[in-house]
């Protein structure tokens, strides 16, 4: 069983849709994220939830909104796709910001 | 927020051969963790350390919290190791952690 799930692993779309990405985890963590990987492989985080709270908002635009239906999932959805979007998301989940473990990433492609 | 330096920032090594992979930071911290990113772009934890010794298998690692560093130590490097190391830290507050740019590591066979 995968730890940390999330699908799709590739989105293509066009410059004003609407998307969502959705993680699973299955470690029984308390706490869930969004990571961010550009093209120069650089990582940042975006959103976190301890027990379905919003503890972490990093300066990410309105259009990004995350979603903790319970402790164990964690949904993206992106409003009005541009073409700076484009990018490797990564889920994360860890026990107390303890040790992380990604999801294998969504590559979305924004045209 | 933290700063985080990584060295080098490239590296290319023969099957078989030891590695140093640095990692700087500003800061104070709670939490420091390496990873692996490997060439399909899978992120392994490799490990969590916040202070001390750790080893597996053939990888280890050393944080002296006090000195703002840690590394990681690759022996008898094969070609799987290729890929990128990221060192990763968070300090006392409620920031996530802080990635450093990473080190590519290429072995050859």
């Known amino acids: 069983d995968t730890a940390v799930s999330q699908t799709p692993k590739y989105l293509v779309t066009q410059m004003g849709n609407d998307k969502s990405i959705k993680c699973e985890q299955n470690l029984g963590h308390d706490t869930m994220y969004w990571y961010k990987q550009d093209s120069k492989k650089f990582l940042k985080i975006m959103f976190s939830?301890?027990?379905?709270?919003?503890?972490i908002n990093e300066t990410v635009p309105n259009r990004f909104s995350p979603k903790s239906p319970d402790k164990a999932h964690l949904n993206l959805h992106i409003n009005s796709l541009e073409l700076g979007d484009s990018a490797v998301y990564f889920c994360?989940?860890?026990?107390?910001?303890?040790?992380?473990?990604f999801g294998s990433g969504t590559q979305l492609s924004v045209l | 927020g933290i700063q985080v330096e990584q060295s080098p920032p490239d590296l290319i090594l023969q099957e078989g051969a030891n590695s140093t992979l640095r990692c700087n930071f500003s800061d104070s911290v709670n939490n420091l963790q390496w990873f692996h990113q490997n060439p399909w772009g899978q992120l392994i934890n490799l490990f969590y350390?916040?202070?001390g010794t750790k080893q597996n298998g053939r990888l280890s690692a050393t944080t002296v919290a006090t000195e703002r560093y840690s590394l990681l130590y690759i022996s008898s490097s094969q070609t799987t190791d290729s890929g990128v190391y990221f060192c990763a830290v968070k300090g006392g507050g409620a920031d996530g952690l802080t990635f450093g740019k990473g080190t590519h590591l290429i072995i050859q066979p």
């Open positions: 350390i916040p202070s």
């Open positions: 994360a989940s860890s026990q107390s910001f303890e040790k992380l473990f």
């Open positions: 939830y301890n027990n379905k709270e919003l503890i």
